[in-house]
């Protein structure tokens, strides 16, 4: 894979991070964009092996009614599906926000050997923020963790989501004091 070192715009970090690899996040970010219009909690994620999509999905909690359907889950067990095989190998995960404990799980049980994420998660990030499970030489599996790529669009997602969530909630309360004036 060309490496080249790049400065990204948002944490001033050094990473080894391709244009391409912007470019699969942006395709992670449109993901998050469905995720959004379906009233689901924003993420997006991306399996890709050797520059081809193996899947992209985003989760679907809320229409699945599955606590399960985190959008780095979907996307693994359709990437195996594709692949014929349970093992990832070669293969990168880009999600918009960093994964949490279950998905990090899936990822080493997957044996994906790079994780490109957009937004810290620090109330559930296992991939830095509470833990860095991914990093753990207790485990059998290691993977390259790239943090904080187009972060700034990721976290934008999630607040839109979250604004949206307490416009209804409001609009809500509005509504029922109306019923009850108008029974009044
Ligand atoms: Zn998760």
Known sequence: MMAILKRCEENGNLERITDEDLGWMRVALAQGE???????????AVVVKEGRVLAADHNRTEGDRDPTAHAEILAIREAAGVLGGWRLLETTIYVTVEPCPMCVGAIIQARIPRVVFGADDPKAGAAGSLYNILQDRRFNHRAEVVGGIMGKASAELLRRFFRNLRDRRQDGGNSTDKETCSEG
């Open 34 to 44: 469905v995720a959004l219009e379906e009233g689901e909690v924003p993420i997006g």
